[in-house]
């Protein structure tokens, strides 16, 4: 079992910067392929960026409309992932979810969300 508690969120003006970070508790952190989704009302959650696990070199996956923007990294040792947002636009305000999948059984865990608004 994972918990995820997301924190970071908040209101900034277009171009402006963001980081978000996620502390995940439970055992094993490092086989867990990370990742970052975000959802606006009426759509479906999108995958943001995601870290692949320890056992696959950490290789970072991003959305075209994240990628050169946003950059996601993770700290194994403090079991944390985060989310640097450079250049916010106003299409990039959504709620923020970490997510965490088990490289072992699957296993898909999802924190609660933090709101990123992006408005002048």
């Known amino acids: 079992q994972v918990q995820l508690v997301e924190s970071g969120g908040g209101l900034v003006q ?59 990294s993770r700290d194994n040792a403090k079991n944390t992932v985060s989310l640097q947002m450079n250049s916010l636009k106003p299409e990039d305000t959504a709620v923020y979810y970490c997510n965490a999948k088990s490289i072992v059984n699957g296993a898909l865990f999802w924190g609660q969300g933090t709101q990123v608004t992006v408005s002048s």
């Open 14 to 72: 277009p171009g402006g910067s963001l980081r978000l970070s996620c502390a995940a508790s439970g055992s094993f952190f490092s086989l867990y392929t990370m990742g970052w989704y975000r959802q606006t009302p009426g759509k479906e959650r999108e995958l943001v960026a995601s870290i692949a696990s320890i056992t696959n070199s950490g290789s970072t996956n991003y959305a075209d409309s994240a990628k050169g923007r946003f950059t996601i």
